[in-house]
């Protein structure tokens, strides 16, 4: 876990245009970051205020800013060096998402109150199970508590930020747009010759991506999930529709709808920017099999045996 160099400042947009590749279509290509202070939900505090004039964000960052170091403090230095995730170790940015230079209180944009909308009775009896089966076996664990997939959904789709680690590349060609992952190193390949969706029994963690041009917008539709993926109580049939615009040199805006009427009562967007970062993207040198999962189940094969559940 190292921290990349920041995003790079903003350019004026007025007299921009946007580069382009071999084939016409904008060009995405380059290293982004998302990494953001604004949650993915609006704070209780925030519950009437969408967006924030520029003197009420730069107060809110630096109040947030202070809290978190605060937090992730040690009351003495052994404490500190125990704790681990200090301020070296993080890299989630220190300023609130801004579209149209106007700062955002959530990373959610609809619906208005900047919530995740309620679970259906289906999603929640099938997180009951999951749960009451999590620790029986390595395969129950999460993909991303496995270092099979970036925890926090930086893998995608959506693509969100975390505490570290939020740096991506984008390289195009005519047939396909590749996403290189710095959390986990994943890889999303997303098809844009006009091949349709792979076959319903064809699952994928990250789905099956296609994407077409609508004018200067990338729209992404992604299908084909597995139930191991598990975004926000969502199930194997999530549908993920994404947009990237490239709005100016430094900036793509990213859109995206979750779009699963078994999981949620109703569709949910986000909205923020990938901001162009100088990099590089470094090695995540998470693996699979990792201390940690021994230590976890066997935790959990304790606890069985003092509540007297254990039967294997």
């Keep these: 876990m190292v921290i990349a160099a920041g995003p790079l400042l903003a350019q004026p947009a007025k007299s921009w245009?946007?580069?382009?590749?071999?084939?016409?279509?904008?060009?995405?290509?380059?290293?982004?970051?998302?990494?953001?202070?604004?949650?993915?939900?609006?704070?209780?505090?925030?519950k009437d205020k969408a967006t924030l004039p520029e003197k009420e964000a730069v107060a809110y960052e630096t109040r947030v800013s202070t809290q978190f170091d605060t937090e992730r403090r040690g009351a003495t230095p052994e404490q500190d060096r125990d704790g681990a995730y200090n301020r070296l170790f993080l890299d989630r940015g220190e300023k609130l998402a801004r579209v149209d230079g106007v700062a955002r209180t959530s990373l959610i944009v609809d619906p208005p109150d900047g919530k995740v909308p309620?679970?259906?009775?289906?999603?929640?009896?099938?997180?009951?199970?999951?749960?009451?089966?999590?620790?029986?076996?390595?395969?129950?664990?999460?993909?991303?508590?496995?270092?099979?997939?970036?925890?926090?959904?930086?893998?995608?789709?959506?693509m969100l930020p975390v505490l570290y680690n939020?740096?991506?590349?984008?390289?195009?060609?005519?047939?396909?747009?590749?996403?290189?992952?710095?959390?986990v190193h994943d890889v999303r390949i997303i098809r844009t010759d006009g091949s349709p969706h792979a076959p319903p029994e064809v699952r994928k963690?990250?789905?099956?991506?296609?994407?077409?041009?609508?004018?200067?917008?990338?729209?992404?539709?992604?299908?084909?999930?597995?139930d191991k993926t598990r975004f926000r109580g969502s199930g194997e049939n999530l549908h993920v529709i994404e947009r990237f615009a490239r709005v100016d040199q430094n900036t793509i805006l990213y859109r995206v709808t979750i779009d699963d009427p078994e999981s949620f009562v109703k569709p949910w967007t986000l909205e923020y920017p990938f901001l162009a970062t100088a990099g590089p993207i470094y090695e995540y040198a998470c693996h699979e099999g990792n201390y940690a999962m021994p230590d976890i189940l066997g935790g959990a094969r304790r606890q069985d045996k003092e509540t007297g559940k254990l039967n294997h």
């Design 166 to 183: 939020n740096n991506y590349q984008i390289v195009q060609t005519p047939g396909q747009v590749m996403i290189l992952i710095e959390m």
């Design 17 to 46: 245009v946007a580069p382009r590749t071999s084939d016409g279509h904008p060009d995405l290509q380059g290293l982004w970051t998302n990494a953001t202070i604004t949650p993915l939900e609006r704070p209780a505090a925030l």
């Design 118 to 158: 309620a679970l259906t009775e289906k999603a929640r009896h099938r997180m009951a199970e999951r749960l009451r089966n999590s620790f029986d076996s390595v395969k129950d664990r999460p993909l991303g508590e496995r270092c099979l997939l970036g925890f926090g959904s930086t893998s995608g789709p959506p």
């Design 205 to 226: 963690w990250v789905g099956d991506s296609i994407g077409h041009w609508e004018g200067d917008t990338l729209v992404v539709d992604t299908t084909n999930f597995t």
